[in-house]
């Protein structure tokens, strides 16, 4: 728990010294109990349940003070939340190697399968959006509440040459802020890379200053980056993973394909596909995020069912000051009832 005002926790002093004052004036009534003994001071403590009776109404409102004290320094914890206007990119490679069928049928068609459930099980108020990369990246779908365009858009992916983590990643920050005026043409289609190629990428509006935060703290926006391989082509993965970490945007990385790579037939050869755990952890330590390994289609089905725990639930530092003020006047209210119940006074 923090406090956002916390110097008025000093007057949590007076709560002792309240009770030293409490015990102070039961001190002063017993010494006047004795020199003067009367009935009607010895009835009250006799009665069932008098001396408790006499010592909770104060108790209560010693307690309601204390609440009342630590309102007025604004405290706020770590709360879950649900999130507010989510979008979600999922980031799918759809290079030749997702053929591979260590995962059956093969790793794309398992991949199709358990994202077309991430998406139908999430809220219906979450956004997301579709971005195919192999040797450059598309995006296929832009973010949209309808899950069947989501489901549509992930049945049309279709596999191409080469592997630009990099590009998925860039492509799907400029999917989520159209007005930073992220240059893609250079980024993701730079000659560098090979020859330009016309794809379908989002809209540059004009651009936005754009000013750097922590990394990881931007509790409405997320990428899920999907991949069985190394990158082959396109610029380097963290390169993007900063672009991402600077916008304070998680990368969630999903490692899709079993430890020891596969061979993959193209064009009447069988080539090694190897898989890059290391790049795809240092994306996801880069942004704040988590690194999943899913070797079969049930297995990135559970980690699907973690990432939207991870990512519709929010860890955030809320208020709760109002809360800790009502418990207050519950806690005084309650006090003096008592008070006038059992002693027909004021505490």
Known sequence: MKFIWPEFLWLLVLAPLL??????VLRRKQLGAIRYPSLGLVRPAMAPGGVWRRHLPP???????????????????????????????????????MRASDVLPTRLAAAKDAAKS??????SDVRVGIVSFAGTAALVQAPTRDRDDLVAAIERL??????????????????????????????????RWGPSAVVKVPEKKAEKKFDPVEAGSNPSKAIILLTDGRR????????AARMAAERGVK??????????????????????????????KAV???????????????????????LSSRIVLN???????????AFSAFLLLAAGSLSLLWTNRSV
Do not use: C
């Not at 996801?284 to 973690?306: M, P």
């Open 59 to 97: 108790a209560v409102f010693l307690l309601g003070l204390v609440a009342a004290i630590l309102a007025a320094a604004r405290p706020s914890a770590l709360l879950t939340l649900p999130s507010h206007e989510r979008i979600i990119i999922l980031a799918i490679d759809v290079s030749l190697s």
């Open 251 to 280: 990368v969630f990385t999903v490692g899709f394909g079993t430890a020891a790579g596969a061979q993959v037939p193209i064009e009447g050869y069988s080539i090694y596909m190897a898989f890059d755990e290391e790049t795809l």
């Open 315 to 325: 860890k955030e530092h809320t208020e709760i000051a109002m809360l800790l003020a």
């Open 158 to 191: 279709q596999l191409d040459r080469q592997t630009a983590i990099g590009s998925g990643i860039i492509v799907s920050l400029a999917t989520l802020f159209p007005d930073h005026g992220i240059d893609l043409e250079p980024l993701v289609l730079g000659r």
């Open 232 to 239: 082959t082509t396109g610029p380097h993965p963290n390169e």
């Open 118 to 123: 991430f998406v139908q099980e999430l809220p």
């Open 284 to 306: 996801a330590d880069l942004t704040r995020a988590e690194y999943f390994h899913a070797s079969s289609g049930d297995e990135l089905k559970k980690v699907y069912n973690t």
């Open 19 to 24: 009770v030293a004052l409490y015990l102070w």
